[in-house]
């Protein structure tokens, strides 16, 4: 339980550093862009921003939606600052690709930027897009191989030409691998394809204000790691982004609450939902009693067309 001296010290440092301090908990989607809108439009901001962002991942496009949001809120010379104090998974290290420094708890962990859909026949199942275009890689070089050695082996074996040998070669793999090629379904790879391009897209303007990735990071991060769930902590995110710390005193004060939130939301499944941390410390703050079930309200944002004046979505 923080003391009433706790909090105001809490206040008074982040109000000093002029910054505002968000928690986004739950999965990545379009109710959470509308939830984190009608926050950043209820703030009277500061300079900067913290957001303290715990999830498994999500929808891309609402992942670049919400960095956007996030940086048109808070311009140049303004800083935003990402705190990760357990999972980002995923469209959550999209998000993070759009802020000026990452900050890292020690449970903190990073993941891969690839896209998970739904498995065949299975209704709650998913599993990496990824997967696909990996299967089919590995499918294409095995094959290979596979056609190499039976060319030097019956070249050599049989004194049958090159070009006879690489025939019978060819038969033979093909009869091995032909059916296995035929069970791939080009639109799935093609939509799996599209997906990957999409998050490099993505992922390339996020990283223009900032520049906080390092060269060839975008790539290692949608193509390099082998599975959805693979763990990229402090130690690695360090060598993928520029500006990596971590957390001071006061961070962790905020990243222990969103972690207890997040266990809260993954436990039963909760849609997202976004706190002002600030704002609650400075009246009911749920962490004091416990109660992270009362969650905030926070009104459906409209869309920009309807709103001109607002300075919710980025350009």
Known sequence: METSEHKTSLLEHFYEIETDVLIYVGSINRNGYDLLCSKLESLQ???NCLLALATFGGDPNAAYRIARAISHNYPDPGEVSILVPTYCKSA???????AHKLIISDKGELG??????QKLDEMFKRMSGLS???????LQESALDTFRRYLI???RGSGLSTKTASEVASKLTTGLYGQIFAQIDPMILGEMQAEITI???Y???LNERYKNLKSDALRKLTKAYPSHGFVID??????????VRMPDEYERKVASFADMLFTDVAAFQREPFVVDYLRDLNTNNPAENGDTNDKPRADRATDEEDAPDRRVAGD
């Open 203 to 205: 992922g390339d303007r």
């Open 153 to 155: 082996d019956i070249n």
């Open 132 to 138: 696909i275009i990996r299967g089919l890689e590995y």
């Open 45 to 47: 901001r500061q300079k």
């Open 112 to 117: 891969p930027v690839d896209i998970q859909v």
């Open 234 to 243: 402090r130690k690695e995110i360090k060598d993928l982004f520029n500006n």
């Open 199 to 201: 998050a490099l897209e």
């Open 92 to 98: 959550g290290t999209l998000v993070c690709i759009g």
